[in-house]
């Protein structure tokens, strides 16, 4: 009986809680408003930028864009030193095998 009482007040309280949140984020914005400060113009700002800000990201590179010599190269130089580990670790395991075939034929 007692754990109904439990459950019953805290989902009271939650609602209590959202319904003043509610209130509270609404009464935010309303503020805002007879501030001056024109809704549109923040939600212009948010959405477009400066015209230098997006030529710089304009100029980043895309996913279809060329990628420049040095990250080739870079990438290029991370291949090598995966497949030489990759390399090496095979090797490693079949002397390893080749080491217990032998142990085990003794």
Known sequence: ?????????????ALVLLCMLQEGTSASVSSRQTAGEEP????RQKIFMEESDASNFLKRRGKRSPKSRDEVNA????????????????????????????????
């Open 1 to 13: 009986m007692s754990w109904r009482w439990v459950f019953m007040l805290s989902s009271l309280s």
């Open 40 to 43: 549109q113009e923040g939600v």
């Open 75 to 106: 990438e290029n130089r991370q291949k090598l030193r995966a497949d030489e580990l990759r390399r090496e670790y095979y090797e490693e395991q079949r002397n390893e095998f080749e080491n217990f075939v032998e142990e085990q034929k003794d």
